[in-house]
């Protein structure tokens, strides 16, 4: 794609981030689009959704991760967090499992879920996606019989 037609691109799209085709705003046309978002978001507060969306509408701070520079797409991560007697939040679920998949033969994958795989402290899984998460780092998906065989911690046969 050109550079030109990428900036067409993002011109749209950030008016239409700006607007979210709100009919009675003066500042500017009106853009077609559509914004796509989870049931977490949905079931929190209006107040805190209201607070989502305006943070959304505000935002022009792409960077290098907009590889086409088309600004057109944007993740939230949501978190529900516990407050246990010690004072420290603990994640205990959210919308934050995150599923990259390359269409190669076999499939290449990364995936990360923010609050990790289990709430047992005793389990190698109690932090050990969360603590990629806070690095902003992905865990490969294993897809062939071999990778999963080689990194298999246990099997169950019923």
């Known amino acids: 794609m050109s550079e030109e037609k990428a900036g067409k691109i993002a011109d749209l799209n950030d008016r239409f981030r700006r607007r979210f085709n709100i009919p009675f705003c003066n500042e500017e046309p009106a853009v077609p689009g559509q914004i796509v978002t989870t049931r977490s978001i949905l079931d929190l507060a209006p107040e805190v959704q209201v607070d989502i969306w305006e943070t959304v509408r505000r935002f022009d701070a ?5 590889v086409y520079g088309e600004h057109d797409f944007g993740a939230f991560r949501i978190v529900r967090y516990d407050k246990p007697k010690d004072g420290k939040y603990v994640a ?46 992905w865990k490969r998906v294993n897809f062939t019989e071999e990778d999963i065989a080689k990194n298999l911690e246990r099997a169950y046969h019923p």
């Open 62 to 66: 792409f960077t290098e991760d907009d």
């Open 92 to 137: 205990k679920g959210g919308d934050s499992f995150v599923f990259a998949v390359e269409f190669t033969s076999p499939p290449t994958a990364h995936s990360i879920c923010a609050y990790s795989q289990t709430d047992d402290p005793k389990s190698p899984h109690h932090t050990d996606q969360s603590e990629l998460f806070a690095k902003e780092q």
